[in-house]
């Protein structure tokens, strides 16, 4: 349900303020959307980073963090593979399973949800048509 009520706040904060702006309004925004709706999201949460198991002094910092979901903003033409490479990165070195991608600069509000399956170094785009596989019960 978590997933769900992220992807919902994005898209209030794409119905009200729509295409066009730059990524950090977009993150104010979903910022104070997440606190009108109650959701305590972490803003610029740094996540510590791993190398061969052993904890490094370098940090990321997530653009928002909630309840273990790394969730990346962007606010381009459209999602490029670097994009995608930048979060599925972000997430194996700090080991998080479960990231989400957003765009606020397309026309409709492009979201793309990843999980990341450490056993064979993989990531999943999960959709309607797979999510069961990857639920537990």
């Known amino acids: ?34 606190k009108l709706q109650g959701i305590p999201i972490a803003r610029e949460k740094e996540l510590n980073m791993y190398y061969k198991g052993e904890l490094m002094q370098k940090k990321y910092f997530a653009d928002f963090y909630y309840n273990g979901i790394v969730i990346e903003l962007k606010a381009v033409n459209e999602i490029c593979p670097e994009h995608r490479s930048q979060l599925f990165n972000y997430l194996r070195i700090t080991n998080q399973q479960r990231g989400i991608l ?36």
């Open 1 to 34: 349900m978590d997933i769900y009520r992220i992807v919902g706040i994005a898209m209030e904060v794409h119905g009200e303020l729509g295409r066009g702006m730059a990524e950090p309004i977009y993150q104010e925004a979903f910022a104070i959307e997440c």
């Open 102 to 137: 957003f765009n606020f600069g397309e026309e409709s509000l492009h979201t793309e949800r990843y999980l990341y399956v450490e056993a064979c170094d993989d990531f999943v785009l999960i959709n309607q048509d797979n999510y069961r596989d990857y639920i537990t019960p």
